[in-house]
């Protein structure tokens, strides 16, 4: 495997990661483009991401592998003048200690062997995430205290000590010392558990195991102290399910309150998260199975749902059919294949893909276009062929179409 990646790499496959840098920072520049001012916040990179990536673009990532450009991304301006000034405070500070008269050959090993290993590290991370990866952090915090110690140690520099107030006793201090992890672990344990049991519902929902289901979603949202959109998403697809193939043998009563069901999940879920494109998607859905005399008044068509979750997320192919489907009722089949193909050259994580490049394979057919045709046969098999006929590609990372029961 090894080899194979080395072998892509030199040969600058377009396949491999490594080569198609270029296009993901494209990307990226188009998410800081907009945002470069106060960023988009922490860890959002992947949700603004699709909005921007471009075609040629292959794999999706979720990070714009080049830590500056991140950090400009999700902290704004001030994010990579904050990094080179750091850069720029170690450099000086090396370069002091170096010159310091008596500085012993040991000192000089252990001022500069961290300086460039953290210098090399910190030169990759222009074409790649190592501030993102947990495991780099570790020893890089390793040599960074190596560093530090080593030139405290040469400067002569005077330590400012902190301790607990003289009166506090060991276990109060002790307290205070570990309050602030089991803050932190009772704020982010529980919600990775959460996203545990929400991808364990998911596949007892394609499974057909639905009152297993059912207690992991239902867990899942206590856990996480209703804050984890995905399982609102994961939570809906029951209710759509029902409209969907159940609607004639429901009353009045029981179909009002699926469509009550159905909207507290997504309203929830996009309340959570504005840019769930997913959500939105399933918005749309909704508005085309439901009795009208049960969704509010003031909301919006599903086209207009279906336009907003494309714009959010480029790959969204479940937005793309339905939009490509309005168009093609209207009469409009020129616009309709326009859409469509806008989103040919991308490469899809969901089994969803099938449907769409059947889709495509019919429209040319129909159009006597047959070298298209070919083509979109081919795309067919081979997407047949990575996913098996299984059910369990997700619109973009994030939920499965909803299974019927």
Same mark, same amino acid.
């Given at each position: 495997?090894?080899?194979?990646?080395?072998?892509?790499?030199?040969?600058?496959?377009?396949?491999?990661?490594?080569?198609?840098?270029?296009?993901?920072?494209?990307?990226?520049?188009?998410?800081?483009?907009?945002?470069?001012?106060?960023?988009?916040?922490?860890?959002?990179?992947?949700?603004?991401?699709?909005?921007?990536?471009? #075609?040629?673009?292959?794999?999706?990532?979720?990070?714009?592998?080049?830590?500056?450009?991140?950090?400009?991304?999700?902290?704004?301006?001030?994010?990579?003048?904050?990094?080179?000034?750091?850069?720029?405070?170690?450099?000086?500070?090396?370069?002091?200690?170096?010159?310091?008269?008596?500085?012993?050959?040991?000192? @000089?090993?252990?001022?500069?062997?961290?300086?460039?290993?953290?210098?090399?590290?910190?030169?990759?991370?222009?074409?790649?995430?190592?501030?993102?990866?947990?495991?780099?952090?570790?020893?890089?915090?390793?040599?960074?205290?190596?560093?530090?110690?080593?030139?405290?140690?040469?400067?002569?520099?005077?330590?400012?000590?902190?301790?607990?107030?003289?009166?506090?006793?060991?276990?109060?201090?002790?307290?205070?010392?570990?309050?602030?992890?089991?803050?932190?672990?009772?704020?982010?344990? #529980?919600?990775?558990?959460?996203?545990?049991?929400?991808?364990?519902?998911?596949?007892?929902?394609?499974?057909?195991?639905?009152?297993?289901?059912?207690?992991?979603?239902?867990?899942?949202?206590?856990?996480?102290?209703?804050?984890?959109?995905?399982?609102?998403?994961?939570?809906?697809?029951?209710?759509?399910?029902?409209?969907?193939?159940?609607?004639?043998?429901?009353?009045?009563?029981?179909?009002?309150?699926?469509?009550?069901?159905?909207?507290?999940?997504?309203?929830?879920?996009?309340?959570?998260?504005?840019?769930?494109?997913?959500?939105?998607?399933?918005?749309?859905?909704?508005?085309?199975?439901? #009795?009208?005399?049960?969704?509010?008044?003031?909301?919006?068509?599903?086209?207009?749902?279906?336009?907003?979750?494309?714009?959010?997320?480029?790959?969204?192919?479940?937005?793309?059919?339905?939009?490509?489907?309005?168009?093609?009722?209207?009469?409009?089949?020129?616009?309709?294949?326009?859409?469509?193909?806008?989103?040919?050259?991308?490469?899809?994580?969901?089994?969803?893909?099938?449907?769409?490049?059947?889709?495509?394979?019919?429209?040319?057919?129909?159009?006597?276009?047959?070298? @298209?045709?070919?083509?979109?046969?081919?795309?067919?098999?081979?997407?047949?062929?990575?996913?098996?006929?299984?059910?369990?590609?997700?619109?973009?990372?994030?939920?499965?179409?909803?299974?019927?029961?």
């Amino acid at each position: 495997r090894m080899i194979a990646r080395v072998s892509e790499m030199v040969s600058f496959a377009q396949e491999d990661v490594s080569n198609n840098r270029l296009n993901i920072w494209m990307g990226a520049l188009g998410v800081l483009k907009e945002n470069w001012i106060f960023g988009i916040g922490i860890g959002m990179f992947f949700l603004h991401y699709n909005e921007y990536r471009i #075609p040629e673009e292959l794999k999706g990532v979720y990070h714009a592998h080049s830590d500056p450009l991140q950090f400009g991304i999700e902290l704004g301006v001030l994010g990579p003048i904050l990094f080179y000034a750091f850069l720029m405070a170690v450099l000086v500070r090396t370069i002091k200690t170096y010159r310091v008269e008596g500085i012993s050959s040991d000192q @000089r090993v252990l001022l500069l062997a961290p300086f460039f290993g953290l210098s090399a590290v910190t030169l990759h991370s222009h074409v790649t995430f190592n501030f993102y990866n947990l495991s780099i952090l570790y020893g890089c915090g390793l040599l960074l205290a190596v560093w530090y110690l080593t030139s405290e140690q040469v400067l002569r520099a005077q330590r400012k000590q902190v301790m607990m107030p003289t009166k506090t006793s060991y276990a109060s201090g002790l307290l205070l010392i570990i309050l602030p992890f089991l803050f932190l672990g009772g704020l982010f344990l #529980p919600y990775l558990a959460s996203e545990h049991l929400v991808n364990s519902a998911r596949q007892k929902m394609i499974k057909g195991d639905l009152e297993s289901f059912s207690k992991d979603i239902q867990l899942a949202n206590k856990l996480s102290r209703h804050t984890n959109y995905r399982s609102n998403l994961l939570a809906v697809t029951v209710p759509l399910t029902l409209l969907e193939e159940a609607r004639a043998e429901m009353d009045a009563e029981r179909t009002e309150n699926v469509v009550k069901q159905a909207l507290y999940y997504l309203e929830n879920a996009i309340a959570i998260n504005p840019r769930s494109a997913a959500a939105l998607y399933y918005m749309g859905q909704l508005k085309e199975l439901a #009795p009208a005399e049960y969704l509010p008044e003031m909301m919006k068509t599903s086209e207009e749902y279906y336009k907003e979750a494309l714009r959010l997320d480029l790959l969204h192919i479940g937005a793309r059919m339905e939009l490509a489907d309005i168009l093609m009722l209207r009469g409009d089949k020129k616009e309709a294949l326009k859409l469509l193909e806008a989103g040919y050259r991308f490469q899809y994580k969901t089994v969803k893909v099938v449907e769409y490049y059947q889709k495509m394979a019919f429209i040319y057919l129909g159009d006597g276009n047959m070298d @298209r045709y070919q083509h979109a046969l081919k795309k067919l098999m081979r997407a047949q062929e990575r996913f098996g006929g299984s059910n369990v590609g997700q619109e973009s990372g994030e939920t499965p179409s909803f299974v019927a029961p």
